[in-house]
Each structure stands twice: as structure tokens, then as C-alpha cells.
């Protein structure tokens, strides 16, 4: 029930800001051009949205606009670049799968058979 509301504020989001469609088209261009291929924990994950989502990121680009010329965009950039980074991700099929109840979750949920072998194959490559 949760995803299913979830997934339906994304499009109303792209249709109504378009600082959020902005973020969202490269949050999935980066992943694809800088991430494709790597494997993610949920570690990892949850740091690369809270690096993104933080104030001190939200300043840098800020500044980089200003520096660069271009109109400052509002904090739903940042916000459309973390959803679409992490589209890109899931659907790339690396993400383990159960590791996405840990971004949803504040409980650790064990890992399930599929991810707990792809980790263990992971770690012997």
C-alpha cells in the first residue's frame, strides 16, 4: 500500500516542479554514467542519499550555479537527484533487493537467501 502511494507522488512531482524533474533526469544520468556496474550495501546507500540530501551539498551547488552562471535551483533538485539515482540503481539490478527495506525501515531486516549469496559471491570475486 505504502509503495503504490509512494510511486504515485514521483510523476506528480516531475509535472509540478521542475527543479524536481531536473534532479530526477540527472540523479539518473550520474548513476548511469559514473555507477553502472557496482554493487551497493545498504551502508553505502543510505550515505550517498544523506551526502545528497544534506545542507552542506545543497550550499556547494548553490555555489556552483552562481560560479557557473546558472539560475540557483531549489532543494527539490537535490531531492529529484537522490530519487533518480536511486531509480537507476534499482532498476539496474544491483541493489540487493531486502537492502531496500533498510532505506524504508528503521529495523535491520536480515538479509534474504538471494542477497546473502550474491554478497558472499561479491566478496570472493
Keep these: ?64 550555479s552562481v560560479f557557473a552562471g546558472l539560475p540557483s535551483l531549489s532543494y527539490s533538485n537535490n531531492v529529484g537527484f537522490v530519487v533518480g539515482w536511486l531509480g537507476a540503481l534499482m532498476a539496474s539490478a544491483l541493489f540487493l533487493p531486502c537492502l531496500l527495506l533498510s532505506v524504508l525501515t528503521v529495523e535491520r531486516p536480515a538479509l534474504c537467501a538471494p542477497c546473502a549469496t550474491r554478497l558472499a559471491l561479491d566478496g570472493k570475486r
Excluded: K
Design 1 to 64: 500500500m505504502i509503495e503504490r502511494d509512494l510511486l504515485g507522488v514521483v510523476p506528480a512531482l516531475v509535472v509540478r516542479d521542475a527543479d524536481f524533474a531536473l534532479g530526477l533526469r540527472y540523479g539518473y544520468e550520474s548513476y548511469e554514467e559514473d555507477y553502472e556496474g557496482e554493487t551497493f550495501t545498504d551502508v553505502e546507500v543510505m550515505q550517498y542519499i544523506a551526502d545528497n540530501l544534506s545542507q552542506r551539498r545543497f550550499d556547494f551547488d548553490q555555489r556552483m
